[in-house]
C-alpha cells in the first residue's frame, strides 16, 4: 500500500460537484498540460481527517471557468461530494517531468531559506504570486521579485536561494 507521503505534490483542489452522479468539479494546480490525461489515481486529502488512495475513473470534461470535472471510484452522490469540497489531489513527485535547467516546480521552491548574497537570513519562502510580469516569493515580510536580476542561485539540495537584493527591496532596519 503506498504511503501518503510519497505524494507530495498538489495538482488539484476539488471546488465542489455537478451533476447527480458525485462528479467533482476540481480546479487544476499545475501548470503541467494534460497533468490528468491518462493519471488513473491520486491521493484524495480532506482539510480535515486521513485521506485515502482514490481511483480516477472518468475525466467527464472542463466546466467553463477551465475547471475539469472528474469521476472518482466511490463517490456515487453529490452530498458524498460536497463533503471532500477543498480536499486535494496529490500525484508523487516522481511523476513530474523534468524543468528545463533553471525552472523549478513552485513545490520545489516553497520552504527553501531565501539568504542575500552577504549572509543575511531573511527567512523561508512561504507562498509564491503569480503575477503578470513575474512570480513573486513572501518570504515574511518581504515580497521578493523572483528574476533573474535578483534571484542569483537556486540549491535544491542544500534548500537555500540566494538573492542580490535591488535597492530599496530590502527595507533598512532602524
Not at 72 to 88: C, F, N
Not at 126 to 143: K, M, P, Q, S, W
Request: glycine share 12%.
Amino acid at each position: 500500500m503506498p504511503e501518503q507521503d510519497e505524494y507530495d505534490v498538489d495538482i488539484g483542489v476539488i471546488l465542489g460537484t455537478r451533476g447527480l452522479e458525485g462528479d467533482l468539479v476540481v480546479q487544476p494546480l499545475t501548470d503541467v498540460p494534460g497533468r490528468f490525461e491518462g493519471l488513473e489515481e491520486v491521493w484524495l486529502q480532506p482539510q480535515v481527517g486521513p485521506g485515502w488512495l482514490a481511483r480516477i475513473v472518468e475525466i467527464v470534461g472542463r466546466t467553463s471557468h477551465g475547471h475539469l470535472v472528474i469521476h472518482i471510484e466511490g463517490i456515487e452522490s453529490p452530498e458524498v461530494g460536497r463533503r471532500l469540497r477543498g480536499a486535494k489531489l496529490k500525484i508523487p513527485s516522481r511523476l513530474c517531468p523534468p524543468l528545463p535547467e533553471g525552472e523549478y516546480y513552485e513545490w520545489q521552491l516553497l520552504g527553501l531559506e531565501v539568504v542575500t548574497s552577504d549572509g543575511r537570513r531573511l527567512g523561508v519562502i512561504e507562498e509564491i504570486i503569480r503575477t503578470g510580469a513575474n512570480d513573486v516569493f513572501v518570504v515574511g515580510e518581504y515580497l521578493i521579485p523572483a528574476i533573474s536580476q535578483v534571484v542569483k542561485r537556486v540549491d535544491l539540495e542544500g534548500r537555500r536561494v540566494e538573492i542580490e537584493p535591488m535597492p530599496g527591496l530590502l527595507e533598512e532596519e532602524a
